[in-house]
């Protein structure tokens, strides 16, 4: 099981932190994504992580303004989110998997908007 948290609310320009807390699931084995989907739109992927956290990269569009990280003694993964924009809006989520699978696990995702 997968659960984020940290989504809310922020003036572009601003900063978030979302959480994955995994459950029931050897975290530490597994790599991992955010992805995010805008209203009308379709599943963006935004940053991937491998097993051990020595290795990330990100979408073109969040380059240098997001930074993906985990703790696998905390079973948690990490979007630090730096600079938002409007069109950063979206609900995130976080995947088992990096490629993502048809069917990997994911969480419930949790909602960020970017607006003044």
Not at 1 to 8: A, H, M, P
Not at 9 to 36: E, H, I
Not at 37 to 65: F, H, L
Not at 74 to 98: F, H, I
């Amino acid at each position: 099981q997968l659960v984020e948290s940290g989504g809310g609310l922020v003036q572009p320009g601003g900063s978030l932190t979302l959480s994955c807390v995994a459950a029931g699931v050897t975290f530490r084995r597994y790599d991992m994504s955010w992805v995010r989907q805008a209203p009308g739109k379709g599943q963006e992927w935004v940053s991937g992580i491998n097993a051990d956290g020595g290795t990330t990269d990100y979408a073109e569009s969040v380059r240098g303004r997001f930074t993906i990280s985990r703790d696998n003694a905390k079973n948690t993964l990490y979007l630090r989110m730096n600079s938002l924009m409007p069109e950063d809006t979206a609900v995130y989520s976080c995947v088992q998997g990096w490629p993502i699978m048809p069917g990997a696990p994911r969480g419930q995702g949790t909602q960020v908007t970017v607006s003044s």
